[in-house]
């Protein structure tokens, strides 16, 4: 890659959400959104402009939620949809949808755990803003790839994977010290009519990972083509 500018990013962001329970297994909100993005251009031309971007979206979530444990699930699923439509009547200087799903299962047999998950997104025909693209990369899809390191309109990356608990941790620790492996495909691209297996993109990783106290930790390596 061939680095052509350097831009910083902050954004602001609030809104209100009504909704409601799914049981106890999920939840559906849909709301209002607004905010603003202050792009800062540091070296390079000028492709996209410094200045300030005002949002205002409409926007829905939902999430059904049927995993045994948040760190290193054995059994279940997880299913994620999120949904927005940036309306310049609610005060956004740019029009456009976005619309992005996830999904992972797991199963085990024995000590060994298998699982896959699927993440997608669409810009539903619209031109997505610099600000708010799909970008891939890094330790949650396409693992051999810097963070963030590849963008679009349209993504979609697939995870198949095994983790099996290679020892168990004192009580005061954690709870395990697991051996990971997995492999990811996918990409991300600009238009739906460029959306093909030729341009998919591949890794590979080996990791060990540990449930503790403090949350997950991942110590691994990762090869990516």
Do not use: C
Request: cysteine-free.
């Amino acid at each position: 890659d061939r680095t052509v500018g350097s831009y910083r990013t902050s954004m602001s962001k609030q809104g209100v959400d009504f909704g409601f329970n799914l049981g106890r297994y999920g939840e559906v909100r849909f709301g209002l959104q607004s905010g603003g993005v202050r792009l800062k251009r540091d070296i390079g031309f000028p492709p996209f402009p410094s200045g300030q971007v005002d949002l205002g979206a409409w926007r829905l979530r939902v999430i059904l939620d049927h995993l045994n444990s948040t760190d290193f699930p054995t059994q279940g699923y997880y299913a994620e949809l999120n949904g927005s439509l940036s309306d310049e009547g609610l005060g956004a200087d740019y029009r456009y949808q976005r619309l992005d799903v996830r999904w992972s299962g797991y199963g085990t047999r024995g000590k060994h755990t298998y699982f896959g998950q699927f993440r997608a997104g669409s810009a539903m025909g619209s031109e997505l803003p610099y600000y708010d693209r799909f970008w891939i990369g890094g330790s949650t899809n396409l693992a051999g790839y810097q963070e963030n390191q590849i963008a679009g309109n349209y993504f979609g990356t697939l995870r198949f994977g095994y983790y099996f608990r290679l020892a168990k941790l004192p009580a005061y620790f954690g709870e395990g010290l697991y051996v990971i492996t997995f492999a990811d495909v996918g990409n991300a691209w600009e238009e739906p009519t460029s959306i093909s297996w030729d341009g998919i993109l591949y890794s590979g990783s080996l990791a060990l990972g540990a449930s503790t106290k403090l949350g997950p930790m991942y110590l691994g390596f990762s090869y990516a083509r």
